[in-house]
């Protein structure tokens, strides 16, 4: 269980209370937007070096969305709960990373206020 491994608050502030917060939510979800976020770092990092990378990442990042929400699997894709957790993280990475999604319109990126400290 990741809440019991990182220690449920810790992994509130890592993801931001505000906007994503994890109480409640089954392990498995909780592992999801614990490797978004891990990913949504990962990707703000290497952006700092390369202003271009974010860019490219999210270009890819879509077309695996799109070749994994297109894939025949015999189930049309809005029933299908693989499929379905398969995509979930990929939407949430784009929007830790952009800030924006369908519900809320946009926002600031994931820890848009983070200044590295050297």
């Given at each position: 269980?990741?809440?019991?491994?990182?220690?449920?608050?810790?992994?509130?502030?890592?993801?931001?209370?505000?906007?994503?917060?994890v109480?409640?939510?089954?392990?498995?979800?909780?592992?999801?937007?614990?490797?978004?976020?891990?990913?949504?770092?990962?990707v703000?990092?290497?952006?700092?070096?390369?202003?271009?990378?974010?860019?490219?990442?999210?270009?890819?990042?879509g077309?695996?969305y799109?070749?994994?929400?297109?894939?025949?699997?015999?189930?049309?894709?809005?029933?299908?709960k693989?499929?379905?957790?398969?995509?979930?993280?990929?939407?949430?990475?784009?929007e830790?990373?952009?800030?924006?999604?369908?519900?809320?319109?946009?926002?600031?990126?994931?820890?848009?206020?983070?200044?590295?400290?050297?």
């Amino acid at each position: 269980m990741i809440s019991g491994i990182i220690g449920q608050q810790h992994l509130n502030s890592m993801v931001g209370k505000r906007r994503y917060n994890v109480a409640g939510l089954s392990e498995l979800h909780q592992s999801k937007r614990g490797v978004a976020a891990a990913i949504a770092c990962l990707v703000q990092t290497l952006n700092e070096t390369d202003p271009t990378f974010q860019q490219r990442f999210l270009n890819r990042l879509g077309a695996a969305y799109k070749d994994i929400r297109d894939e025949p699997t015999g189930t049309p894709p809005s029933t299908s709960k693989n499929d379905h957790d398969a995509l979930e993280p990929l939407s949430w990475i784009r929007e830790m990373l952009t800030g924006w999604n369908m519900i809320h319109g946009q926002r600031e990126p994931f820890l848009s206020y983070y200044q590295p400290k050297d």
